[in-house]
């Protein structure tokens, strides 16, 4: 059960795009099409933003889309703004009803 | 409104117990499963365990395997979580989870609580 690997920090300026990695292995990402982004700021619990690799949840800005390929998933930010910047948390289902959360990326908005 | 209150954090010497709980309202809480999910100080969130909807089926990380229990009361909407054996590196905030499905399988934790903290130390 080893954390999943993410970029420590991405950055981007305002309207920019920006793509945060999540790398697992065949035991995990690659194996199933269950993986979930969460947004945290500061002080505040989790908040679900992608799940099943890449459906939003209601209330979700559709800026947030997902995808993953072999033991790769990504989660992309398009139209960055202001409020997006925090950190954010793959997380993907293993083996035997385990899940697995990834290091967690900081994005900050240049 | 789906509302989840975390409450029995607090400071614990190494090799002691203690037992979280998690008041669940505004949904049917039988029918979901549910996770607890801490995260150390300035650190990320690391998945504890999880049971499903109906109690039946319980499940852990391997860094608690032995250690911690988890258990619901269906008729009182409480989610429980006893850890014993603690030790420093269990210091954590705890957040109980709500998942969207009935069983530890989606990954999809939809409602979150504020957590509480659990410091481990002499």
């Known amino acids: ?42 002080g505040k619990a989790p908040k679900l933003m992608i799940s099943e690799v890449s459906k939003r949840p209601s209330g979700v800005s559709n800026r947030f889309s997902g995808s993953k390929s072999g033991n790769t998933a990504s989660l992309t930010i398009s139209g960055l703004q202001a409020e997006d910047e925090a950190e954010y948390y793959c997380c993907s289902y293993a083996w035997s009803s385990t899940y697995v959360f990834g290091t967690g990326t900081k994005v900050t908005v240049l | 409104e789906v509302q989840l209150l975390e409450s029995g954090g607090g400071l614990v010497q190494p090799g002691g117990s203690l037992r979280l709980s998690c008041a669940a309202s505004g949904f049917t809480f039988s029918r979901y499963a549910m996770s607890w999910v801490r995260q150390a100080p300035g650190k990320g969130l690391e998945w504890v365990s999880g049971i499903s909807g109906s109690g039946t089926s319980t499940h852990f990380a391997d860094s608690v395997k032995g250690r911690f229990t988890i258990s619901r009361d269906n008729s009182k909407n409480t989610l429980y979580l006893q850890m014993s054996t603690l030790r420093a590196e269990d210091t954590a905030v705890y957040y109980c989870a709500k998942d969207m499905g009935r069983l530890v399988d989606t990954v999809a934790l939809d409602y979150w609580g504020q957590g509480t903290l659990v410091t481990v130390s002499s």
């Open chain 1, 1 to 42: 059960q080893s954390a999943l690997t993410q970029p420590a920090s991405v950055s981007g300026s305002p309207g920019q795009s920006i793509t945060i990695s999540c790398t697992g292995t065949s035991s995990d990402i690659g194996s199933y099409n269950l993986v979930s982004w969460y947004q945290q700021h500061p």
